[in-house]
């Protein structure tokens, strides 16, 4: 198999024209190319005057072909497979986040019909649990934005790009993803993504796999505590709508995502090594996307063939520290997405299409046990409740949110409504100062970002952008000590995922936890 790469192509190209620069590119026929098929897709926008596509492709050809730089042999690709004894005790996974499904695919494929136990609600009576809260403000702190099949990546934006390396483990999640119903596009985009309104879709249809092959399901089931005999797990206790029983296991893989603060305090009871983790804290800056369109395509913003713009920006500041932008979701929506009782937290979502009518993204300072003020490994998750908790008087203590207007954070001033930015966090917002809300050191950080990030894209800090507070879980505040084996110091606990502090995003925590399964294969 041959691949073909930097196509540039114009937005309009179609399929055969793509393959024609392809034949040209290996100095053959098109009729002469089989089996072909693109590889990556990106969008070339550094030129405000000429963004056009570039294609990379995967093709076969009989005939003899001419060298070039931008033609290469592909390597068979790496099959992957999980062969795994079975100790007659069926293995346990603790959350149906993106580490926990794809832990339970790799179990269910090596024949151990793994149990599935969630504390949340299946997809959609989660779905609805969720919109109740957005709409009224009734949270149920055990199945929520962050908790319920699927995990907190059900509702966002559904990216799927990952720092880390493309191998046979990414490209298993990329097919599994597919093949329970994303977009066919995941499989070749520079930035793909599924939406909120197609994750539903896949969730479910990864449940129905996973049962298929014997696994089993257990919702509404939180993980209560540890049995340990000699730093060997034994057993586990679940706690299933107050009833709590026994559990005999041997094998327990802990996907428990990065909001499962009783969880934490629970393995810390039980000896379970952890180490306190830096993350970032901040707020959701949401513009009109219109702007942003316009600010990353130029003219070809109103092109057809274009979505919405997105960005990623950082800046290092002389303070030392670091704001960046994460989560970021055209045309979406700031969403609701607190855990815990008299807390709030801001999220992004956008479904599939991307066509509402603002951007947003995570504006993020990062904080480390210096702002936690304790060396104290549960610090961290302590630092981000007192955030929540004053987010959420800051808003009036109905789960409104405190929002600013960027021109009056950047002046110092407390806003008083809306200017053309119409912020979109349900329940709702409540205007105020958001230097109420955090240290000054990270205000302060926050006001050179904004500043900073305008000078990449024209109109960044204008007046009536919104940011709205607060943005406390960018990842998890510690990381769960595993060894060579992917075990913890508890023999057959094996921690995986964004919880664990190995992963971030849907991508890197379902592959992290293919590779915890996968270090059991014989």
């Given at each position: 198999?041959?691949?073909?790469?930097?196509?540039?192509?114009?937005?309009?190209?179609?399929?055969?024209?793509?393959?024609?620069?392809?034949?040209?590119?290996?100095?053959?026929?098109?009729?002469?190319?089989?089996?072909?098929?693109?590889?990556?897709?990106?969008?070339?926008?550094?030129?405000?005057?000429?963004?056009?596509?570039?294609?990379?492709?995967?093709?076969?050809?009989?005939?003899?072909?001419?060298?070039?730089?931008?033609?290469?042999?592909?390597?068979?690709?790496?099959?992957?497979?999980?062969?795994?004894?079975?100790?007659?005790?069926?293995?346990?996974?603790?959350?149906?986040?993106?580490?926990?499904?794809?832990?339970?695919?790799?179990?269910?494929?090596?024949?151990?019909?793994?149990?599935?136990?969630?504390?949340?609600?299946?997809?959609?009576?989660?779905?609805?649990?969720?919109?109740?809260?957005?709409?009224?403000?009734?949270?149920?702190?055990?199945?929520?934005?962050?908790?319920?099949?699927?995990?907190?990546?059900?509702?966002?934006?559904?990216?799927?790009?990952?720092?880390?390396?493309?191998?046979?483990?990414?490209?298993?999640?990329?097919?599994?993803?597919y093949a329970a119903g994303a977009p066919e596009e995941i499989l070749?985009?520079?930035?793909?993504?599924?939406?909120?309104?197609?994750?539903?879709?896949?969730?479910?249809?990864?449940?129905?796999?996973?049962?298929?092959?014997?696994?089993?399901?257990?919702?509404?089931?939180?993980?209560?505590?540890?049995?340990v005999q000699d730093e060997t797990l034994k057993a586990i206790k679940?706690?299933?709508?107050?009833?709590?029983?026994?559990?005999?296991?041997?094998?327990?893989?802990?996907?428990?995502?990065?909001?499962?603060?009783?969880?934490?305090?629970?393995?810390?009871?039980?000896?379970?090594?952890?180490?306190?983790?830096?993350?970032?804290?901040g707020a959701r800056i949401e513009h009109k996307q219109a702007l942003?369109?316009?600010?990353?395509?130029?003219?070809?913003?109103?092109?057809?063939?274009?979505?919405?713009?997105?960005?990623?920006?950082?800046?290092?500041?002389?303070?030392?520290?670091?704001?960046?932008?994460?989560?970021?979701?055209?045309?979406?929506?700031?969403?609701?997405?607190?855990?815990?009782?008299?807390?709030?937290?801001?999220?992004?979502?956008?479904?599939?299409?991307?066509?509402?009518?603002?951007?947003?993204?995570?504006?993020?300072?990062?904080?480390?046990?210096?702002?936690?003020?304790?060396?104290?490994?549960?610090?961290?998750?302590?630092?981000?409740?007192?955030?929540?908790?004053?987010?959420?008087?800051?808003?009036?203590?109905?789960?409104?949110?405190?929002?600013?207007?960027?021109?009056?954070?950047?002046?110092?001033?407390?806003?008083?409504?809306?200017?053309?930015?119409?912020?979109?966090?349900?329940?709702?917002?409540?205007?105020?100062?958001?230097?109420?809300?955090?240290?000054?050191?990270?205000?302060?950080?926050?006001?050179?970002?904004?500043?900073?990030?305008?000078?990449?894209?024209?109109?960044?800090?204008?007046?009536?952008?919104?940011?709205?507070?607060?943005?406390?879980?960018?990842?998890?505040?510690?990381?769960?000590?595993?060894?060579?084996?992917?075990?913890?110091?508890?023999?057959?606990?094996?921690?995986?995922?964004?919880?664990?502090?190995?992963?971030?995003?849907?991508?890197?925590?379902?592959?992290?936890?293919?590779?915890?399964?996968?270090?059991?294969?014989?």
């Amino acid at each position: 198999m041959l691949r073909v790469n930097n196509l540039q192509m114009p937005l309009n190209a179609t399929t055969a024209e793509i393959k024609n620069k392809t034949a040209e590119k290996l100095r053959c026929r098109p009729a002469d190319i089989t089996d072909f098929k693109i590889a990556k897709k990106s969008v070339d926008a550094r030129n405000k005057n000429n963004v056009h596509w570039v294609f990379s492709v995967d093709c076969q050809t009989d005939k003899p072909y001419g060298k070039d730089k931008d033609v290469e042999i592909l390597p068979p690709e790496e099959s992957l497979s999980f062969k795994i004894k079975d100790d007659g005790l069926r293995p346990v996974v603790v959350g149906s986040g993106p580490a926990g499904m794809f832990a339970g695919i790799a179990l269910a494929e090596a024949g151990l019909k793994p149990i599935i136990l969630e504390r949340g609600s299946e997809v959609d009576e989660r779905h609805r649990e969720v919109e109740t809260f957005w709409k009224i403000g009734k949270l149920n702190p055990e199945s929520n934005v962050q908790f319920g099949e699927g995990g907190a990546g059900t509702f966002s934006d559904g990216k799927l790009m990952s720092g880390i390396k493309k191998d046979k483990f990414t490209a298993k999640v990329m097919r599994e993803l597919y093949a329970a119903g994303a977009p066919e596009e995941i499989l070749y985009l520079a930035k793909p993504h599924i939406g909120t309104d197609n994750l539903r879709v896949v969730v479910r249809n990864i449940r129905k796999k996973i049962q298929e092959l014997g696994g089993e399901y257990r919702f509404n089931s939180r993980l209560e505590d540890l049995i340990v005999q000699d730093e060997t797990l034994k057993a586990i206790k679940v706690n299933n709508n107050g009833n709590v029983y026994e559990l005999p296991v041997s094998r327990l893989f802990l996907a428990i995502g990065h909001s499962a603060r009783d969880t934490f305090e629970m393995l810390l009871r039980r000896g379970v090594y952890m180490q306190q983790k830096p993350f970032s804290v901040g707020a959701r800056i949401e513009h009109k996307q219109a702007l942003i369109n316009k600010a990353q395509y130029g003219k070809a913003a109103e092109s057809p063939y274009l979505g919405a713009a997105d960005y990623k920006l950082a800046v290092h500041l002389p303070n030392g520290r670091s704001v960046y932008t994460f989560c970021m979701c055209p045309g979406g929506s700031v969403v609701a997405a607190a855990s815990e009782e008299g807390r709030v937290v801001t999220n992004g979502m956008s479904e599939f299409a991307r066509a509402k009518e603002n951007a947003n993204a995570a504006l993020l300072v990062e904080v480390n046990n210096a702002d936690f003020g304790s060396e104290e490994v549960l610090a961290g998750m302590y630092f981000q409740r007192k955030l929540e908790e004053r987010a959420f008087a800051l808003g009036g203590g109905d789960y409104k949110a405190p929002a600013q207007l960027v021109g009056d954070f950047l002046q110092n001033q407390a806003s008083r409504g809306a200017g053309y930015v119409n912020p979109t966090y349900a329940p709702g917002v409540k205007w105020t100062d958001l230097k109420q809300l955090f240290a000054p050191e990270i205000v302060d950080s926050l006001r050179c970002g904004i500043k900073e990030m305008a000078k990449k894209i024209h109109g960044y800090d204008s007046y009536d952008a919104v940011l709205t507070g607060v943005e406390t879980r960018s990842s998890s505040p510690v990381r769960i000590v595993r060894d060579e084996t992917m075990q913890s110091n508890i023999k057959g606990l094996y921690p995986c995922g964004e919880g664990a502090g190995y992963a971030g995003g849907i991508t890197s925590s379902a592959a992290d936890a293919l590779k915890v399964v996968y270090a059991l294969s014989e």
